[in-house]
């Protein structure tokens, strides 16, 4: 694994050398940074961002703009991140800074030791709960790097993660703010949520800065991008909690009805309902293509829970989504669904797709009959790893 690589900033006389930095007191290890680049490029222009300090959106940066940072504490609320590429260009990626470290990580009460803190949480977060999901639904995170830029901007403590393209903060203002992409942000949500990590609260009418859409990735026509069909991600896992067993009741998707926290039985997940628009309030009396009504959806859930208590509740959220809102699109589009009968509350049987018969649709041997939580549960968690759900 390359313990070392170049940084090059265009228009710099020379590039600088970056080593791995070790948490203190911790041990884990992150992805190795692919082979093609251990060399990695910033562009002079469209590379620099810092999140505004009022409605958080990305705010271009030029390198002489950067340089600063750590010197003018009740301004430096926000880190800079860089959009760097490998030298080939095939790469491309995500680096998080702490400049002029030697001074911005000093004073445990200053707003760039807050930052410093949340990026390194961030990073052990990943290593500690998300490896299996990251390229999936979260970006891959390389590490923690240390590179000595003297005059400019001193030592510059970084973490590289995947770049995952553009925050919803900036992209909700745009042609791109559809029914299906707030949809596609709804379904990640809720994969992250069924992978048992809850992001730790929406609390701030901004903090969907956290989704990013690869608007920018291989293969995508205008209309994929208007249709929900670009990767989605979701980032910044510093104030994140594992181990969560989601409750939700319902999907993310447009309701009829202004929902309660105990009504949807996750609180992470009424925030998401509300901050993609999806539940009728008082300011907002057409939330969209609602499938049913949602009333019907909640007693649905809870019948079929009682009818089958054997079942996961991510097992009745899938079931309840293929029953229900079969027009939507799925969470796990690699996972099929069929019932015992035509009966409202007919058992459901929940599978893998097998790809590879002639229709493309025909389920596996082997799963049909009883379907067993635990298998279901391992189901999900492959799908994600084998086909990003957000894709
Ligand atoms: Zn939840």
Request: hydrophobic share 40%; with cysteine.
């Amino acid at each position: 694994m390359a313990t070392a690589i170049r940084v090059r900033f265009q228009g710099f006389p020379s590039s600088y050398v970056a080593t791995r930095w070790q948490i203190p007191n911790y041990r884990r290890e992150f992805e190795a940074i692919p082979e093609n680049s251990s060399c990695v490029f910033i562009p002079r222009t469209g590379s620099i961002f810092r999140n505004s300090k009022g409605d958080k959106r990305p705010l271009e940066l030029s390198f002489d703009d950067t340089r600063k940072w750590g010197f003018s504490d009740p301004d430096d609320t926000e880190l800079i991140f860089a959009r760097a590429q490998s030298a080939d260009g095939s790469e491309l990626f995500c680096l998080r800074m702490v400049l002029n470290a030697q001074h911005s990580t000093t004073n445990t009460h200053s707003n760039t030791f807050r930052v410093f803190t949340k990026l390194v949480k961030d990073a052990k977060f990943h290593s500690t709960h998300l490896v299996e999901a990251e390229g999936s639904f979260v970006p891959i995170h390389y590490g923690m790097w240390i590179m000595d830029t003297g005059e400019w901007a001193g030592k510059v403590l970084f973490s590289i993660t995947q770049w995952c393209g553009i925050s919803w903060n900036a992209l909700s203002r745009t042609k791109m703010n559809t029914e299906v992409n707030r949809i596609l942000i709804g379904r990640t949500f809720e994969a992250l949520h069924d992978f048992g990590i809850d992001h730790g609260g929406l609390p701030s009418p901004y903090d969907l800065r956290h989704v990013l859409i690869d608007v920018h990735a291989p293969g995508l026509s205008r209309s994929d991008l208007l249709d929900g069909k670009a990767p989605c991600y979701i980032v910044d896992f510093s104030e994140a909690r594992a181990n969560h067993e989601c409750t939700r009741k319902l999907p993310i998707l447009p309701t009829d009805m202004f929902l309660r926290d105990a009504q949807v039985g996750c609180v992470e997940i009424t925030d998401a309902l509300r901050m993609l628009k999806f539940m009728r309030t008082v300011s907002n009396r057409t939330p969209g293509s609602v499938a049913i009504p949602t009333a019907k959806a909640l007693e649905w859930h809870a019948q079929y829970s009682r009818l089958y208590p054997d079942a996961q509740n991510v097992h009745v959220l899938v079931a309840q989504r293929a029953k229900l809102y079969h027009s939507m699109p799925p969470v796990y589009p690699d996972l099929y669904t069929s019932f015992e009968s035509d009966e409202l509350y007919a058992r459901a049987t929940i599978g893998p797709l097998n790809t590879n018969s002639d229709q493309g649709t025909q389920a596996e041997e082997g799963v049909d009959g009883s379907p067993a939580e635990s298998i279901l549960v391992n189901m999900v968690r492959v799908t994600r790893l084998d086909d990003p759900v957000a894709v």
